[in-house]
């Protein structure tokens, strides 16, 4: 179990970009899956991107491909999510996980998590 940080949340008007950054310790990077969650107010944790080791698989909810990108620099232990062309319901707090089983990243019950950044779209 590692300490995920992440950063780069922010208000944006639609349409507009962010670019999340998860910087990871505590674990030995490279051998991790990673992904992307997300928390809207009142609503349930969703999923919303993961990247295999060495990045060589990505999956994405239905709701944001085409819009976000997972990616990650096993030299500098990150994990990023660039967003582009936000929408209002986009906002919410977004979380970093992590495991060595890729499955459990997907499911939601990676070994790691962050403390989360929030995202707020304006219309």
């Known amino acids: 179990q590692g300490h995920l940080i992440e950063s780069g949340g922010g208000l944006v008007q639609a349409g507009a970009s962010l670019r999340l950054s998860c910087a990871a310790s505590?674990?030995?990077?490279?051998?991790?899956?990673m992904g992307w969650f997300r928390q809207a107010p009142g609503k349930e944790r969703e999923f919303v991107a993961t990247i295999g080791w060495r990045g060589a698989t990505t999956h994405y909810a239905d709701s944001v491909k085409g819009r976000f990108t997972i990616s990650r620099d096993d030299a500098k232990n990150t994990v990023y999510l660039q967003m582009n062309n936000l929408k209002p319901e986009d906002t919410a707090v977004y979380y970093c996980?992590?495991?060595?089983?890729?499955?459990?990243?997907?499911?939601?019950?990676?070994?790691?998590w962050g403390q989360g950044t929030q995202v707020t779209v304006s219309p």
């Open positions: 505590g674990l030995t990077f490279r051998s991790y899956c």
């Open positions: 996980t992590g495991d060595r089983s890729l499955l459990a990243v997907v499911i939601g019950t990676g070994d790691s």
